[in-house]
T-cell receptor, first 115, second 120 residues
Framework: AQKITQTQPGMFVQEKEAVTLDCTYD???????LFWYKQPSSGEMIFLIY??????QNATEGRYSLNFQKARKSANLVISASQLGDSAMYFC????????????FGKGTRLSVIA | GAVVSQHPSWVICKSGTSVKIECRSL??????MFWYRQFPKQSLMLMAT?????????EQGVEKDKFLINHASLTLSTLTVTSAHPEDSSFYIC????????????????FGEGSRLTVL
């Protein structure tokens, strides 16, 4: 079974600063994908970044980067130069890469960016 | 990019009535769609996997007779909450992945806008 753990219910960050949102995972499958989604108050799920278990390099997408440490089973999201619009819920998720499988989500972290 | 559309966005109904939520993949075919439920301040919990042309697969604890799923075509899945009660009030969100055979099933999972159900 897959499990995602996000231990930070809430985080605060000063505008323009960087912030790291923690995510650890557990799976017995050697082939998997890790995802981060942003959910603003409107409820929509916004895809941020993806990391495959066999990817050699950490994924980056603009101000988002994923600090993938496979041995530690962690996939932390780093947001650089935080903006007020980054305030939202952030969910870490994973899925098997064999077959069309659903995502399993962590409990989420609420990020608040302070001016 | 691929888009998944969900309708309605908001629905308020009386206790005992049934509500249908539609999930459409707009520019790709989805043989499989996933339905999630999210209670306030909680995470997304998988309810069921909707399979085109066959029965849905429900997660443990989800009543299949209460949450009817129909996946009649490659672009449409519907979730019907039958005899809704106040405890069914929640945010329901569907998702689908555009499977690219050259890449496998590692593609991004696209989500609908979600449907907020309030049962009075």
């Amino acid at each position: 079974a897959q499990k995602i753990t996000q231990t930070q219910p809430g985080m605060f960050v000063q505008e323009k600063e960087a912030v790291t949102l923690d995510c650890t995972y557990d799976t017995s499958d050697p082939s998997y994908g890790l995802f981060w989604y942003k959910q603003p108050s409107s409820g929509e799920m916004i895809f941020l970044i993806y990391q495959g278990s066999y990817d050699q390099q950490n994924a980056t997408e603009g101000r988002y980067s994923l600090n993938f440490q496979k041995a530690r089973k962690s996939a932390n999201l780093v947001i650089s130069a935080s903006q007020l619009g980054d305030s939202a819920m952030y969910f870490c998720a994973m899925s098997h890469t064999s077959g069309n499988t659903p995502l399993v989500f962590g409990k989420g972290t609420r990020l608040s960016v302070i001016a | 990019g691929a888009v998944v559309s969900q309708h309605p966005s908001w629905v308020i109904c009386k206790s005992g009535t049934s509500v249908k939520i539609e999930c459409r993949s707009l520019d790709f075919q989805a043989t499989t769609m996933f339905w999630y439920r999210q209670f306030p301040k909680q995470s997304l919990m998988l309810m069921a996997t909707s399979n085109e042309g066959s029965k849905a697969t429900y997660e443990q604890g989800v009543e299949k007779d209460k949450f009817l799923i129909n996946h009649a075509s490659l672009t449409l899945s519907t979730l019907t909450v039958t005899s809704a009660h106040p405890e069914d009030s929640s945010f329901y969100i569907c998702s689908a992945r555009e499977v690219r055979t050259s890449v496998g099933a590692t593609g991004e999972l696209f989500f609908g806008e979600g449907s907020r159900l309030t049962v009075l």
